[in-house]
């Protein structure tokens, strides 16, 4: 196909918006492993699950078989303020660099939380007040899930409590506005409102706090409020399944004009927007019916894919989430504190974590300092500020258009660009002021943090 005239943006209209999710564990000949009850280590069910989770997102947590899930109307409503999202086909990039590949990216920060999160945060939220719950609870590290959950939260009426990561929420207090601007409550963590706070407080005082110890917090209040529930912005079945928005748009979108991509790429924090991304294309490749080249993006100084162990782990530092079957870096993993580029998560998606082991897709960590220089890169030619998280994309992206150069090969390649970098200046100011470094951890760091994996005979 020749694609010299393909316009450069792809817009889809608002009745190609996905009318279902596509659930890609029904085409998956290896499922994702079970949850595990953290107590008794064994598989959780719908009734082990309903005090912490909504009933419809269990089922949706829990339904390995059934390939498309319909999208209750009040959410594509809503899906219809910021989507469909723009397929933008990178001619300034392509040109940039001078590369005969085509490069083409799903762009999902048309909205003010800045990134994907919303598509997940809607929905989320919408199962949660057809419960006839009151509120929703969940912690945030940089803010950008904490902002769309509470955008989410505003439109629906229902109430919404965030836990902020402490540093984060001293730091950004612009995140932290926006969403109390939309009606949450933002505390900084960990607190002295839960157990488990006061408990970390009195065992690390001072500490800045982490994802870990926010979550736990997020989760004993929803579990100890009466009408709450907690949700959850990433690494779980349902989030990925709500995500597949991205790639069933972004497909269609390439479908009108003939084109397959040879090389999908995305950034892999917990592994929501690359799942999201890559499904309808995973499930045809996992159909047999076509192949293609899947490349998880992540921080070298976060390397759950390329260094971590695929093992039962806790999600979270209190121990009270289910234990997941991922790859990880054991929950006790915290990334170095020059690391300014977002995915600092510990584990990845199970859905991911089993497609990667089942050698479905490939996995690349890359460099801060080179991320930025991509993001930079980006920006002067294509406009979009992007957020330090993308650019992991943005990086692989260009340095696979570059190898192309070299070998004149014009191979098309997608990747996602999940967001705008607007409150991230922070990390932007240090790389402009040549203050950025690169840090990886050593093998004895990842040791010791692997040797708190729980032990399962699972
Ligand atoms: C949260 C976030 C990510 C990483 O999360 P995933 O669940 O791995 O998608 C990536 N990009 C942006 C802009 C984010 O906000």
């Known amino acids: 196909m020749d694609q010299n005239n393909i316009p450069y943006k792809i817009y889809l209209s608002e009745d190609e918006i996905p009318k279902q999710w596509y659930n890609v564990r029904a085409d998956m000949k290896n499922k994702p492993a079970p949850l595990l009850n953290p107590a008794t280590m064994q598989p959780m069910g719908f009734d082990d699950l309903r005090p912490v989770f909504c009933d419809e997102l269990i089922k949706q947590e829990l339904d390995d078989t059934t390939a498309y899930i319909d999208i209750p109307d009040e959410i594509r ?56 719950l009151k509120g929703v609870t969940t912690e945030t590290g940089a803010g950008q899930w904490g902002t769309a959950l509470s955008m989410a939260s505003a439109y629906l009426g229902i109430d919404c409590k965030v836990y902020m990561v402490k540093v984060s929420y001293e730091q950004k207090p612009f995140r932290r506005e926006v969403m109390r601007t939309y009606g949450a409550s933002v505390t900084p963590s960990p607190s002295m409102d839960t157990e488990i706070g006061r408990k970390i407080n009195a065992e690390h005082p001072g500490t800045t706090g982490s994802l870990g110890c926010a979550i736990s917090e997020a989760v004993e209040v929803a579990t100890k409020t009466e009408g709450y529930r907690y949700v959850l912005g990433s690494v779980l079945n349902q989030v990925l399944l709500h995500q597949t928005v991205i790639g069933l748009e972004a497909k269609a979108a390439l479908d009108k004009y003939g084109i397959t991509p040879d090389i999908i790429i995305g950034c892999a924090g917990g592994g929501s927007n690359l799942g999201g991304l890559i499904s309808p294309f995973m499930g045809e490749k996992l159909r047999g019916e076509k192949d293609y080249q899947i490349i998880a993006i992540e921080p070298a100084s976060c390397p759950s894919f390329t260094r971590g162990k695929f093992a039962y782990d806790f999600c979270d530092t209190g121990m009270v989430c289910p234990l997941a079957k991922m790859y990880t870096l054991g929950s006790n993993f915290i990334p170095s504190a020059n690391h300014a580029g977002g995915l600092r998560y510990h584990g990845m998606s199970p859905i991911l974590s089993q497609l990667y082991h089942d050698g479905l897709m490939e996995a690349r960590s890359v460099e801060q300092t080179a ?88």
């Open 77 to 132: 409503s809503f899906y219809k303020m910021y989507r469909p999202a723009p397929l933008v086909r990178a001619y300034c990039l392509e040109k940039a660099l001078g590369t005969p590949a085509k490069i083409y990216y799903k762009f999902e920060g048309n909205n003010t939380s800045g990134s994907h999160k919303l598509n997940s945060a809607i929905v989320q939220a919408y199962y949660a007040k057809q419960q006839g």
């Open 371 to 458: 991320v930025f220089e991509a993001a930079q890169q980006f920006a002067r030619v294509e406009g979009i500020l992007p957020a330090p998280e993308s650019s992991h994309a943005i990086r692989a992206a260009i340095d696979e258009a570059l190898k192309c150069k070299e070998t004149g090969e014009e191979k098309t390649i997608l990747f996602g660009l999940t967001g705008t970098g607007y409150f991230d200046m922070v990390a932007y100011q240090k790389f402009n002021d040549g203050e950025m470094s690169d840090y990886i951890p050593t093998d004895e760091e990842l040791e010791k943090s692997f040797a708190t994996l729980p032990k399962v005979n699972a």
